[in-house]
């Protein structure tokens, strides 16, 4: 039923976001008994799931009204930009969440019509969790200084915490510290889904979150809303933006540390089946 179009080329090393979505979005489609080629014309529907210089170097004969394309793509690239100045040339951009596609319309001037909002599913990991220690810092570009806040903070609360940084460790690592940990004080910077993220919570981690408010990578004239989870309710966590607030915010969180159930959020809106759903009503939308 769907093409999906990649270029292996950007996968190396240790699997990052875009790789993880690509083998998450092939799991979701197999779990739901969806037929799917890769790079491979077969079907009907074709989906380009990145673009930027190389994508439309790759993938040119795609750029035509059968196309979706996303949800990885670089608007600052040339292309990129020229793939949002020119609505002829595909049905959708699929991005994957809300302040992304209010960043394509207010900044780049897409048609918001244009544009759907899909997540990739999230596996289903919650099991029995063997705690061992009180805390696992996920720690992603941030400030030094902030990391050294944050340190003090569990410090002070005679906690025990353990590190993983974006970029250092590997899956079956990562994993095996968050089912070990109570909880997790997320130290994050925007992100676009967050996959390791809801990851943690498929886990059952529950979320203490210094949060961001704006996205400003590129600079302030690029600034929109953001955050550092932008799937998020209630069964999650607790979360806080100023520093001044974080006492307060942890005093809640760690009193009802119990109640927290992140592993339900994910089941709910982010499991295989719901992202599966929401792709096809895109897909099959007109």
Same mark, same amino acid.
Request: hydrophobic share 35%; glycine share 6%.
């Given at each position: 039923?769907?093409?999906?179009?990649?270029?292996?080329?950007?996968?190396s090393g240790r699997m990052?976001?875009?790789?993880?979505?690509?083998?998450?979005?092939?799991?979701?489609?197999?779990?739901?008994?969806?037929?799917?080629?890769?790079?491979?014309?077969?079907?009907?529907?074709?989906?380009?799931?990145?673009?930027?210089?190389?994508?439309?170097?790759?993938?040119?004969?795609?750029?035509?009204?059968?196309?979706?394309?996303?949800?990885?793509?670089?608007?600052?690239?040339?292309?990129?930009?020229?793939?949002?100045?020119?609505?002829?040339?595909?049905?959708?951009?699929? =991005? @994957?969440?809300?302040? #992304?596609?209010?960043?394509?319309?207010?900044?780049?001037?897409?048609?918001? &019509?244009?544009?759907? *909002?899909?997540?990739?599913?999230?596996?289903?990991?919650?099991?029995?969790?063997?705690?061992?220690?009180?805390?696992?810092?996920?720690?992603?570009?941030?400030?030094?200084?902030?990391?050294?806040?944050?340190?003090?903070?569990?410090?002070?609360?005679?906690?025990?915490?353990?590190?993983?940084?974006?970029?250092?460790?590997?899956?079956?690592?990562?994993?095996?510290?968050?089912?070990?940990?109570?909880?997790?004080?997320?130290?994050?910077?925007?992100?676009?889904?967050?996959?390791?993220?809801?990851?943690?919570?498929?886990?059952?981690?529950?979320?203490?979150?210094w949060d961001l408010r704006?996205?400003?990578?590129?600079?302030?004239?690029?600034? =929109? @809303?953001?955050?550092? #989870?932008?799937?998020?309710?209630?069964?999650?966590?607790?979360?806080?933006? &100023?520093?001044?607030? *974080?006492?307060?915010?942890?005093?809640?969180?760690?009193?009802?540390?119990?109640?927290?159930?992140?592993?339900?959020?994910?089941?709910?809106?982010?499991?295989?089946?719901?992202?599966?759903?929401?792709?096809?009503?895109?897909?099959?939308?007109?």
């Amino acid at each position: 039923m769907i093409n999906l179009w990649y270029d292996t080329s950007y996968f190396s090393g240790r699997m990052g976001g875009p790789e993880k979505l690509v083998k998450n979005l092939q799991s979701s489609l197999s779990d739901q008994n969806i037929p799917f080629s890769i790079n491979e014309d077969r079907y009907e529907k074709n989906i380009l799931i990145q673009y930027d210089t190389i994508g439309h170097s790759k993938h040119e004969k795609l750029e035509h009204s059968s196309c979706f394309i996303g949800p990885q793509v670089w608007p600052f690239d040339p292309y990129g930009k020229f793939l949002l100045d020119n609505t002829k040339f595909y049905n959708k951009i699929i =991005v @994957p969440s809300k302040w #992304v596609k209010d960043l394509f319309i207010s900044k780049f001037g897409c048609p918001a &019509d244009k544009i759907s *909002i899909w997540p990739v599913g999230i596996e289903e990991l919650y099991s029995d969790r063997n705690i061992t220690y009180d805390c696992l810092i996920y720690s992603k570009r941030r400030s030094s200084e902030e990391l050294e806040q944050v340190k003090l903070f569990l410090t002070k609360h005679n906690l025990e915490y353990k590190m993983i940084e974006y970029g250092g460790y590997d899956e079956n690592e990562f994993r095996d510290l968050a089912r070990q940990a109570r909880f997790c004080f997320l130290l994050n910077g925007t992100e676009s889904q967050g996959i390791a993220v809801q990851e943690m919570m498929s886990l059952g981690v529950p979320l203490f979150v210094w949060d961001l408010r704006t996205w400003e990578d590129q600079g302030s004239e690029w600034s =929109v @809303p953001a955050t550092s #989870v932008p799937y998020w309710d209630d069964r999650c966590g607790e979360r806080f933006y &100023d520093i001044g607030d *974080i006492q307060e915010t942890f005093d809640k969180f760690y009193a009802t540390i119990g109640k927290y159930k992140p592993q339900n959020f994910v089941k709910d809106t982010l499991s295989y089946e719901c992202s599966v759903k929401t792709l096809l009503e895109i897909l099959n939308a007109d």
